[in-house]
Each structure stands twice: as structure tokens, then as C-alpha cells.
T-cell receptor, first 113, second 115 residues
């Protein structure tokens, strides 16, 4: 079975500052890793995913994440955030069959002017 | 990627009644998933729905309370039965587009309030 831990429930940051949202996972098998974003009153949208290959993956809206197998982490980063990035961010993991994705508790990113 | 139309977007229901949520996908997909997101919390998988077979429910969720239909490869419904205030949540359907496109596509969610 897999599990996901998002280490920060809330992250306040000023506009144009860099941000890192932390995610650790545990699994006895190889996994796929994902980050999703949920804007207020909306469903989830896929930001990026790691399937295999390069450990640095780039997603939409200028976000990127780095897969670290030894530390079982998949932290999300953005070098300069905008007010519009204010949202809930979910880290998720699924097994290599791609079924039954498990979501972390979420991190609320709040970008201040 | 697939586009999902989910409705209703929100509803306020009396306790003891039932609500059926519909999800329509613009392409054929093998697997559809129903999630519950309780206020301020993450997503919890309710069940997986495959066309032509019974839905597979996760621990803590039963068919009598959350019956699911999957009549074809583009449509599914989730019914929340005999509702109580504890059922107040956002309910989300999602699909795995398959064909190597890993990562779910989600509907916009149904915000249910039970009074």
C-alpha cells in the first residue's frame, strides 16, 4: 500500500517569492507521482507527473517538481509565485498499474501582495 | 485530455432523502472513480466503477449507501442515499484517460449540504 504525507498544511508567501511545497511518500513498489491543484469551488487539475526518466519534471503554470527516490520525496517548486497561484495543492501517488490514486492531505498556498 | 461534465454543481438536501450525481465524459474511458472531499480535508476514494461490472468499494463505503451505475463507457452516477448531515461534502468524479496518459481528469465537483 502507498501513503502520502504533505508536510505543510499552509504556506503563506509573498508575491514574486519562491515557494516549495513538500511531499513525502511511502510504498513497497514503484510508483507514479502527481501534483494536483484545486482552485476555490473547482475540481482538481493535474499540474505535473513523474512516471520515469528525468527526476526533474516541469508542469503547467511554471511549476516543477523533483523526484528523490532515496528520500522518497516529490517536492513542488516555483521560482516566483503570483496571486493567482493561491489554491490548494495535493500530492498523490499511484501504483504502476495507475489504479487507485492516494492523495495527501493538501497544502494551502496563500500568496500575499 | 478528457472533459467531464458533472452535475449538479451544488445542492441542499433534507436528511433522509437521496441525491444522484451524474458524470458525463466526452470520450470513452474504462475506469471512473468517485471521491469524497469533506470540508477542509483531502480526497477519499469511495469506489471504482468499470463499465459492465459491479463497482468496487473502498473500506468504509457500502453499496447500499452509495449505489453507483456505469451503463456505458462515457457515463456514471453516484447516489448518496438516506442522507445525514455527515454526508455534507464535495463529491468528485474522475477518470483515468488511459492510453499512457496517466493522471486523472476531474469533474468540477458537487457540493452537497444536508440539513
Amino acid at each position: 500500500a502507498q501513503s502520502v504525507t504533505q508536510l505543510d498544511s499552509q504556506v503563506p508567501v509573498f508575491e514574486e517569492a519562491p515557494v516549495e511545497l513538500r511531499c513525502n511518500y511511502s510504498s513497497s513498489v514503484s510508483v507514479y507521482l502527481f501534483w494536483y491543484v484545486q482552485y476555490p469551488n473547482q475540481g482538481l487539475q493535474l499540474l505535473l507527473k513523474y512516471l520515469s526518466g528525468s527526476t526533474l519534471v516541469k508542469g503547467i503554470n511554471g511549476f516543477e517538481a523533483e523526484f528523490n527516490k532515496s528520500q522518497t520525496s516529490f517536492h513542488l517548486r516555483k521560482p516566483s509565485v503570483h496571486i493567482s497561484d493561491t489554491a490548494e495543492y495535493f500530492c498523490a501517488v499511484s501504483d504502476r498499474e495507475g489504479f487507485k490514486t492516494i492523495f495527501g492531505a493538501g497544502t494551502r498556498l496563500f500568496v500575499k501582495a | 485530455s478528457a472533459v467531464i461534465s458533472q452535475k449538479p454543481s451544488r445542492d441542499i438536501c433534507q436528511r433522509g432523502t437521496s441525491l444522484t450525481i451524474q458524470c458525463q465524459v466526452d470520450s470513452q474511458v474504462t475506469m471512473m472513480f468517485w471521491y469524497r472531499q469533506q470540508p477542509g480535508q483531502s480526497l477519499t476514494l469511495i469506489a471504482t466503477a468499470n463499465q459492465g461490472s459491479e463497482a468496487t468499494y473502498e473500506s468504509g463505503f457500502v453499496i447500499d449507501k452509495f449505489p453507483i451505475s456505469r451503463p456505458n463507457l462515457t457515463f456514471s452516477t453516484l447516489t448518496v442515499s438516506n442522507m445525514s448531515p455527515e454526508d455534507s461534502s464535495i463529491y468528485l468524479c474522475s477518470v483515468d484517460p488511459g492510453q499512457g496518459h496517466y493522471g486523472y481528469t476531474f469533474g468540477s465537483g458537487t457540493r452537497l449540504t444536508v440539513v
